[in-house]
Protein backbone atom coordinates (compact mmCIF):
# COMPACT_ATOMS: atom_id res chain seq x y z
CA UNK A 1 0.00 0.00 0.00
CA UNK A 2 2.79 2.70 0.52
CA UNK A 3 4.54 1.51 -3.09
CA UNK A 4 1.26 2.70 -4.40
CA UNK A 5 0.81 6.26 -2.15
CA UNK A 6 4.53 6.83 -3.09
CA UNK A 7 3.84 6.22 -7.32
CA UNK A 8 0.84 7.58 -6.99
CA UNK A 9 2.53 11.07 -5.23
CA UNK A 10 5.61 10.60 -7.81
CA UNK A 11 3.16 10.80 -10.78
CA UNK A 12 1.18 13.67 -9.23
CA UNK A 13 4.60 15.80 -9.19
CA UNK A 14 5.50 14.51 -12.66
CA UNK A 15 2.04 15.52 -13.64
CA UNK A 16 2.90 19.02 -12.01
CA UNK A 17 6.12 19.93 -13.45
CA UNK A 18 4.64 18.86 -17.21
CA UNK A 19 2.10 21.17 -17.09
CA UNK A 20 4.10 23.69 -15.66
CA UNK A 21 7.09 23.13 -18.48
CA UNK A 22 3.81 23.42 -20.83
CA UNK A 23 2.45 26.63 -19.66
CA UNK A 24 5.75 28.14 -19.94
CA UNK A 25 6.41 26.46 -23.55
CA UNK A 26 3.23 27.87 -24.85
CA UNK A 27 3.71 31.51 -23.21
CA UNK A 28 7.05 31.48 -25.19
CA UNK A 29 5.84 30.54 -28.33
CA UNK A 30 3.05 33.07 -28.31
CA UNK A 31 5.58 35.90 -26.73
CA UNK A 32 7.49 34.73 -30.67
CA UNK A 33 4.64 34.50 -32.86
CA UNK A 34 3.78 38.06 -31.28
CA UNK A 35 6.98 39.43 -32.59
CA UNK A 36 7.55 37.60 -35.44
CA UNK A 37 3.91 39.77 -36.54
CA UNK A 38 5.10 43.15 -35.16
CA UNK A 39 8.41 42.76 -37.55
CA UNK A 40 6.44 41.19 -40.68
CA UNK A 41 3.94 44.69 -39.88
CA UNK A 42 7.23 46.53 -39.82
CA UNK A 43 8.64 45.62 -42.53
CA UNK A 44 5.53 45.37 -44.91
CA UNK A 45 4.99 49.31 -43.80
CA UNK A 46 8.82 49.97 -44.82
CA UNK A 47 8.06 48.09 -48.11
CA UNK A 48 5.35 50.29 -48.47
CA UNK A 49 6.65 53.72 -47.78
CA UNK A 50 5.75 55.98 -50.79
CA UNK A 51 8.24 59.19 -49.21
CA UNK A 52 11.48 59.25 -51.02
CA UNK A 53 13.25 60.91 -49.22
CA UNK A 54 12.37 58.24 -46.19
CA UNK A 55 13.44 55.11 -48.51
CA UNK A 56 16.41 57.25 -49.18
CA UNK A 57 17.55 57.22 -45.73
CA UNK A 58 16.61 53.89 -45.06
CA UNK A 59 18.74 52.66 -47.81
CA UNK A 60 21.79 54.84 -46.91
CA UNK A 61 21.29 53.19 -43.09
CA UNK A 62 21.04 49.36 -44.46
CA UNK A 63 23.43 48.95 -47.48
CA UNK A 64 22.68 46.14 -49.37
CA UNK A 65 25.37 43.16 -48.85
CA UNK A 66 25.75 42.67 -52.36
CA UNK A 67 27.01 45.69 -53.80
CA UNK A 68 28.07 45.14 -57.36
CA UNK A 69 28.41 42.71 -60.06
CA UNK A 70 30.65 42.50 -62.61
CA UNK A 71 30.89 40.21 -65.59
CA UNK A 72 33.66 39.46 -67.87
CA UNK A 73 34.49 38.16 -70.77
CA UNK A 74 37.59 37.70 -73.17
CA UNK A 75 38.89 36.65 -76.22
CA UNK A 76 42.15 35.79 -77.54
CA UNK A 77 42.82 35.60 -81.52
CA UNK A 78 45.20 33.61 -83.15
CA UNK A 79 47.31 36.54 -83.32
CA UNK A 80 47.77 36.76 -79.48
CA UNK A 81 49.06 33.34 -79.58
CA UNK A 82 51.28 33.72 -82.40
CA UNK A 83 52.54 37.33 -82.19
CA UNK A 84 52.47 38.61 -78.44
CA UNK A 85 53.03 35.51 -76.83
CA UNK A 86 55.82 34.09 -79.56
CA UNK A 87 54.41 30.77 -79.51
CA UNK A 88 54.83 28.23 -82.22
CA UNK A 89 52.31 26.35 -84.27
CA UNK A 90 52.77 23.21 -82.40
CA UNK A 91 52.93 24.70 -78.91
CA UNK A 92 49.32 26.60 -79.64
CA UNK A 93 48.11 23.37 -80.80
CA UNK A 94 49.33 21.79 -77.94
CA UNK A 95 47.96 24.69 -75.68
CA UNK A 96 44.33 24.12 -77.49
CA UNK A 97 44.37 20.42 -76.68
CA UNK A 98 45.81 20.02 -73.02
CA UNK A 99 44.62 23.89 -71.72
CA UNK A 100 41.56 24.95 -69.78
CA UNK A 101 40.06 28.02 -70.91
CA UNK A 102 38.09 30.78 -69.15
CA UNK A 103 35.08 31.82 -70.46
CA UNK A 104 33.45 34.19 -68.24
CA UNK A 105 34.75 35.86 -65.07
CA UNK A 106 31.91 36.99 -62.48
CA UNK A 107 32.84 39.08 -59.62
CA UNK A 108 30.65 39.89 -56.88
CA UNK A 109 31.55 42.85 -54.25
CA UNK A 110 30.12 42.04 -51.01
CA UNK A 111 30.51 44.17 -47.86
CA UNK A 112 32.52 41.21 -46.72
CA UNK A 113 34.48 40.03 -49.65
CA UNK A 114 34.93 39.53 -52.91
CA UNK A 115 33.55 36.70 -54.81
CA UNK A 116 34.84 35.37 -58.24
CA UNK A 117 32.79 33.19 -60.11
CA UNK A 118 34.75 31.59 -63.53
CA UNK A 119 33.59 29.06 -66.05
CA UNK A 120 36.28 27.32 -67.33
CA UNK A 121 36.19 25.03 -70.79
CA UNK A 122 38.41 21.85 -69.54
CA UNK A 123 40.82 20.07 -71.65
CA UNK A 124 39.56 18.76 -74.93
CA UNK A 125 41.05 14.91 -73.98
CA UNK A 126 38.46 15.07 -71.07
CA UNK A 127 35.61 16.00 -73.05
CA UNK A 128 32.85 17.80 -70.68
CA UNK A 129 31.52 20.89 -70.83
CA UNK A 130 31.63 24.28 -68.80
CA UNK A 131 32.36 24.01 -65.29
CA UNK A 132 32.30 26.47 -62.78
CA UNK A 133 34.60 27.18 -59.97
CA UNK A 134 34.65 29.93 -56.92
CA UNK A 135 37.61 32.27 -55.40
CA UNK A 136 36.43 33.95 -52.32
CA UNK A 137 39.05 36.71 -51.77
CA UNK A 138 39.55 39.00 -48.77
CA UNK A 139 42.15 41.40 -50.21
CA UNK A 140 43.22 44.35 -48.05
CA UNK A 141 45.53 46.95 -49.97
CA UNK A 142 48.58 45.61 -49.37
CA UNK A 143 47.56 42.35 -51.63
CA UNK A 144 49.08 41.85 -54.58
CA UNK A 145 47.02 40.06 -55.83
CA UNK A 146 45.41 36.38 -56.20
CA UNK A 147 45.52 33.77 -59.04
CA UNK A 148 42.40 33.22 -60.20
CA UNK A 149 43.82 31.49 -63.40
CA UNK A 150 47.18 29.82 -64.89
CA UNK A 151 48.13 28.94 -68.48
CA UNK A 152 51.51 26.70 -69.04
CA UNK A 153 52.57 27.90 -71.85
CA UNK A 154 55.72 25.80 -72.64
CA UNK A 155 55.45 22.75 -70.45
CA UNK A 156 58.51 21.79 -71.91
CA UNK A 157 60.69 24.58 -70.50
CA UNK A 158 59.85 23.63 -66.93
CA UNK A 159 62.58 22.63 -64.52
CA UNK A 160 62.70 21.43 -61.03
CA UNK A 161 64.05 24.76 -60.13
CA UNK A 162 62.28 26.59 -62.70
CA UNK A 163 58.22 27.02 -63.67
CA UNK A 164 57.04 27.21 -67.05
CA UNK A 165 56.22 30.83 -68.99
CA UNK A 166 52.75 31.06 -67.92
CA UNK A 167 50.07 33.23 -68.77
CA UNK A 168 48.06 34.41 -65.63
CA UNK A 169 44.88 35.58 -64.54
CA UNK A 170 44.41 37.25 -61.12
CA UNK A 171 42.44 39.94 -58.85
CA UNK A 172 44.15 42.70 -58.07
CA UNK A 173 42.84 45.69 -55.69
CA UNK A 174 39.86 47.39 -57.97
CA UNK A 175 41.24 45.65 -61.13
CA UNK A 176 41.46 41.96 -63.47
CA UNK A 177 44.86 41.18 -64.46
CA UNK A 178 45.43 39.10 -66.97
CA UNK A 179 49.68 38.78 -67.48
CA UNK A 180 52.35 36.55 -69.11
CA UNK A 181 55.31 35.82 -67.52
CA UNK A 182 58.23 34.64 -69.74
CA UNK A 183 61.93 33.61 -69.08
CA UNK A 184 64.07 36.26 -69.39
CA UNK A 185 66.58 36.09 -72.55
CA UNK A 186 69.28 34.61 -70.24
CA UNK A 187 67.52 32.07 -69.30
CA UNK A 188 66.59 30.61 -72.40
CA UNK A 189 70.24 30.97 -73.72
CA UNK A 190 71.44 28.97 -69.99
CA UNK A 191 73.54 31.79 -68.83
CA UNK A 192 71.46 31.69 -65.70
CA UNK A 193 69.76 28.71 -63.83
CA UNK A 194 67.73 30.69 -61.60
CA UNK A 195 64.49 31.77 -62.18
CA UNK A 196 65.19 34.97 -64.18
CA UNK A 197 61.46 35.75 -65.57
CA UNK A 198 59.68 39.12 -67.40
CA UNK A 199 56.03 40.15 -66.79
CA UNK A 200 54.14 41.50 -69.34
CA UNK A 201 50.61 42.97 -68.76
CA UNK A 202 48.58 41.42 -71.46
CA UNK A 203 44.96 43.91 -70.35
CA UNK A 204 44.12 45.22 -67.12
CA UNK A 205 40.35 45.75 -66.70
CA UNK A 206 39.70 48.32 -64.05
CA UNK A 207 36.65 47.66 -61.93
CA UNK A 208 36.81 51.68 -60.52
CA UNK A 209 33.88 53.54 -61.85
CA UNK A 210 36.16 56.77 -62.73
CA UNK A 211 38.80 54.46 -64.80
CA UNK A 212 36.51 53.08 -66.75
CA UNK A 213 35.08 55.64 -68.38
CA UNK A 214 36.97 55.64 -71.21
CA UNK A 215 35.81 51.95 -71.98
CA UNK A 216 31.97 53.02 -71.84
CA UNK A 217 29.79 51.70 -74.96
CA UNK A 218 26.42 52.14 -75.68
CA UNK A 219 23.79 50.40 -74.50
CA UNK A 220 23.07 46.70 -75.20
CA UNK A 221 21.44 43.48 -74.80
CA UNK A 222 22.10 42.26 -71.32
CA UNK A 223 23.92 39.30 -71.51
CA UNK A 224 23.54 36.18 -69.58
CA UNK A 225 24.07 36.41 -65.87
CA UNK A 226 22.36 40.05 -65.75
CA UNK A 227 18.79 40.39 -65.38
CA UNK A 228 17.35 42.70 -67.79
CA UNK A 229 15.75 45.50 -66.74
CA UNK A 230 16.74 47.78 -64.05
CA UNK A 231 15.71 48.03 -60.71
CA UNK A 232 15.58 51.06 -58.42
CA UNK A 233 18.82 52.48 -56.91
CA UNK A 234 21.00 49.70 -59.36
CA UNK A 235 22.31 50.56 -63.04
CA UNK A 236 23.39 48.70 -65.67
CA UNK A 237 26.75 49.38 -67.73
CA UNK A 238 28.44 48.09 -70.57
CA UNK A 239 32.31 48.78 -70.99
CA UNK A 240 34.52 47.07 -74.00
CA UNK A 241 38.16 47.26 -75.24
CA UNK A 242 39.47 45.65 -78.42
CA UNK A 243 43.55 45.89 -78.70
CA UNK A 244 43.89 44.73 -82.80
CA UNK A 245 47.56 45.34 -82.52
CA UNK A 246 48.05 42.26 -79.72
CA UNK A 247 45.14 40.23 -80.79
CA UNK A 248 42.79 40.69 -77.70
CA UNK A 249 39.31 42.01 -76.95
CA UNK A 250 36.92 42.00 -73.77
CA UNK A 251 33.84 42.86 -72.58
CA UNK A 252 32.76 43.92 -68.99
CA UNK A 253 28.67 43.72 -67.82
CA UNK A 254 28.60 46.04 -64.54
CA UNK A 255 25.39 45.99 -62.28
CA UNK A 256 25.96 48.28 -59.68
CA UNK A 257 23.33 48.22 -56.31
CA UNK A 258 24.83 50.73 -54.43
CA UNK A 259 23.50 53.59 -56.81
CA UNK A 260 27.38 54.51 -57.66
CA UNK A 261 26.96 54.22 -61.42
CA UNK A 262 24.93 56.94 -62.38
CA UNK A 263 23.73 57.18 -66.30
CA UNK A 264 24.29 60.48 -65.89
CA UNK A 265 27.68 61.01 -65.15
CA UNK A 266 28.84 58.82 -68.37
CA UNK A 267 29.66 60.17 -71.72
CA UNK A 268 30.35 58.15 -74.81
CA UNK A 269 33.28 58.56 -76.16
CA UNK A 270 33.20 57.20 -79.40
CA UNK A 271 30.78 55.57 -81.42
CA UNK A 272 32.01 51.91 -81.94
CA UNK A 273 30.97 49.29 -80.13
CA UNK A 274 34.12 48.57 -78.48
CA UNK A 275 36.88 50.85 -77.58
CA UNK A 276 39.71 50.17 -80.38
CA UNK A 277 43.86 50.09 -79.62
CA UNK A 278 45.60 50.66 -82.25
Not at 75 to 97: N, P, V
Not at 106 to 132: C, D, F, N
Not at 261 to 272: D, N
Request: hydrophobic share 40%.
Amino acid sequence: MDILWAAMAICAIVSVVFYVLAVSWQRTLRSQAGAIRTLVQRLEAFEEMENPVMRRKISELMPPPLEKVCILSFRLSDAFWRDTAGLTEAQIRHIHEHGTFVGSVKIETWRSHVAVTLRELPPRSQSSGWQARTVDVYATESDSGTVLWELDLDPKLALPTRKPPTLDLRYEKKAIVLAMTCLAKEALVGISNGEPTEEKIVFRVPLDDDQLVPFRVAETDVEAGLETGKEEGTSIESFACQDERQGIDWQLRVRDFGGSVSSGRWTVLESPRARRVS
